[in-house]
């Protein structure tokens, strides 16, 4: 009885993650009909709620994945509903990415659900595990870019076009980061559970510490071209013209004003 308990609770989707799907459908239909009189601020509030809806998923896949693995405990412990406010840690999860996007224009790895690691058994699910939350950015960057790999952009108004491949280029730079096996990022989480116990124990105290460091080399001007160098570069195969996404940014900060170089 406990066990069904465990497993079937706390799965309604929760009213907060369907405010903010809402308001990303909102703010979407006014940048593609340039309903706002300010189309940048319709930008960011698309962009921005698009964006911790990729996030919530990308929580929501790791805790699905581990659920179908063993963790039962996953169920009453609130992911399920896509909640962000349910994360372990809802500012490191939610917060700091959105900041992130906001100051540098970059997918910043959101943050955690606490996984019951000894609760699951096989180390192909706890690989698994770790790589579900990447692939679903990875699959929400395909969604993003199907009207260009599809050439199917007739219709679609430029700065729906932008906002679209600006969105695309945080999903790619999330997935890429959080594939990179540095600890504490998911892909160190992919191939942990293939070493030995002593390389483990000794890259353990390490894992706080990843991501900052992962985020400080970006601030190195060669490291940050080499990164975006390879963004474009994914982002050009699946169709979005270069340019596309640094004018999505350009609308998203609508404080600066309206970019002259990116007409709508």
Known sequence: MT????????????????????????????????FSASTGLAVFLFVTSAWVV????????????ALHSGDISIGTKGYLTLNPLAYTHALLSIVLPVLFVIMGGIGLPGGAVFIERNRIHGRWKHSLISAAGPLTNVLFAVACTAPFWLDALDGVPPVFQYALGFLALLQVSAAILNFLPVPGLDGYGVIEPWLSYKIRRQVEPFAP??????????WIPEVNGLFFDAVDAILRGLGVETGFPGCGLDYYRFWQGTPEACPA
């Open 209 to 218: 510490f990843g991501l900052i460091a992962v985020f400080g080399l970006l």
């Open 3 to 34: 066990t069904a308990t465990s497993r079937h609770s706390g799965r309604g989707i929760s009213p907060v993650f369907l405010g903010i799907v809402a308001v990303m459908a909102v703010t979407g239909w006014a940048v593609w009909t340039e």
């Open 54 to 65: 990729s996030l919530c998923l990308h929580e929501y896949a790791h805790a699905r994945t």
